[in-house]
């Protein structure tokens, strides 16, 4: 993408007027997503985007500049310009870059630019009718496919030289039911760090029949009670609460800068023994997979908390140095516009020993959240407020009514003491996390689990 040249000129002018490390990130990226609402194709838009980021590190502050004009000239220019801010002159560098060599954990099969359009369509039609053609409460359907395919160049002034090429591949369906004035709404979009043949593996009208059943079994629902209670939350995306109320807060940028309830806490006791949380960029073919992270490191598998012990955080290059701890190749970055900095990857609760069979039989009254929906945290105190998509009563051991207008209100270090029991049905759902360096792809999960004693929120008062 670069020529060694010009990436040891560009690197040596990054640093000409001081700093003690430059890294260049070069990404050329062709995406596609297509949306079919309402039977009709709406949008149907691909693209490409190209850029050159040029990052300086001076022991622990960071300048980043980015271009999309990637002649020498140019890059040089901008490397001067970010330098600049800097004051002490350094002496030219001779780089050696030594091609890294790393485990491929996404192979894949079928390059989706190579697929006809007509073939992509199709599916989004095959979808839209399954879904609509559930149940006649079905109002509206929104059918969604998207395709990524991302090569990145990471050089940096240790001599690192790393590529790596990402392709993801991603169907969403929205389903909405209506019924006297109300409307509910279902939602399910599974997606892989593969390439066309994820449509071999997975079936789309099972995913369109799963949104609308969700949004069917919602606007027939009544309004959930208010109040502690006992909550099991289900599997795949359930895990979003422990990726927005503690995995944040386990992410170096924060804990590197004292803003986390979890700084300072190595060692120590932060979650209940059933609890082991794992974060692994490793996982084949996995959403939130990659070979090496955004600043060159490659990705592992790292023990984040094991049996209530807090182990590890989850870490970059830059927030490293404050902490005085080496990369877990936790470094992400949305695209060249911005600078990496500490995200999860594939971020999920450990499977225990539980059935989900067996939680249900032993809650004598409380919540069954099958499907959570969005929320917001705030990553320093842990507090957070999630929907529920779709949720049940528990009465003396058995679902006895499908709730709707749920909430759970927490803190995450809290209800991470609070689970006692934890499920054997692991599994992954996948999501875009938001944060400071854009909008990352993530999966987040867990088995099921119960928290003993949640706040939740309702429509119909206490019960």
Known sequence: MLKEKVIENVLNAALSKGGDFAELFVEDKNNGNIKLVGGLIENNISGRDFGVGIRILDKFNSIYAYTNDSSEQNLIKVAKKASAALNSTKIDLKLNFMKAT?????????????????????????????????????????????????????????????????????????????????????????????????????????????????????????????????????????????????????????????????????????????????????????????????????????????????????????????????????????????????????????????????????TEKGLYAKKLGGGSVNPATGDFNFAVMEGYIVEEGKIIKPVRGATLIGKGNKVLELIDMVGNNLSLGQGMCGAESGSIPANVGQPSIRVKALTVGGRKGDE
């Open 102 to 362: 790393t485990s491929n954990n996404n192979p894949i099969l079928k390059y989706p630019i190579n697929i006809p359009m007509s073939h992509k369509i199709e599916l989004l039609r095959r979808g839209f009718e399954a879904a609509k053609n559930y149940d006649s409460v079905i109002s509206q359907v929104v059918v969604s496919y998207m395709e990524e395919e991302q090569n990145v160049l990471i050089a940096n002034t240790d001599g690192l030289l790393a590529a790596d090429k990402r392709v993801r591949t991603r169907y969403s369906v929205n389903s909405v039911a209506s019924k006297d004035g109300e409307m509910q709404q279902g939602y399910y979009s599974p997606g892989s760090s593969m390439g066309f043949e994820f449509y071999d593996k997975i079936k789309v009208e099972d995913i369109a029949r799963e949104a609308s059943r969700i949004a069917k079994t919602m606007v027939y629902a009544d309004y959930c009670p208010s109040g502690v209670m006992p909550v099991i939350i289900d599997n795949e995306f359930g895990g979003v609460l422990f990726h927005e109320a503690c995995g944040h807060a386990l992410e170096a940028a924060f804990v590197s800068k004292g803003t986390s309830a979890f700084a300072d806490r190595l060692g120590q006791v932060v979650a209940s023994p059933l609890v082991t949380a794992i974060d692994d960029g490793t996982i084949p073919n996995g959403w939130g997979t990659t070979n090496i992270d955004d600043e060159g490191t490659p990705t592992q598998r790292n023990i984040l908390i094991e049996n209530g012990i807090l182990k590890s955080y989850l870490i970059d290059k830059l927030n490293g140095r404050r902490m005085g701890m080496k990369s877990t190749g936790s470094a992400r970055r949305q695209s060249y516009k911005f600078a990496p900095t500490s995200r999860m990857n594939n971020t999920f609760i450990a499977a225990g020993n539980s059935s989900l069979d067996h939680m249900i039989s032993n």
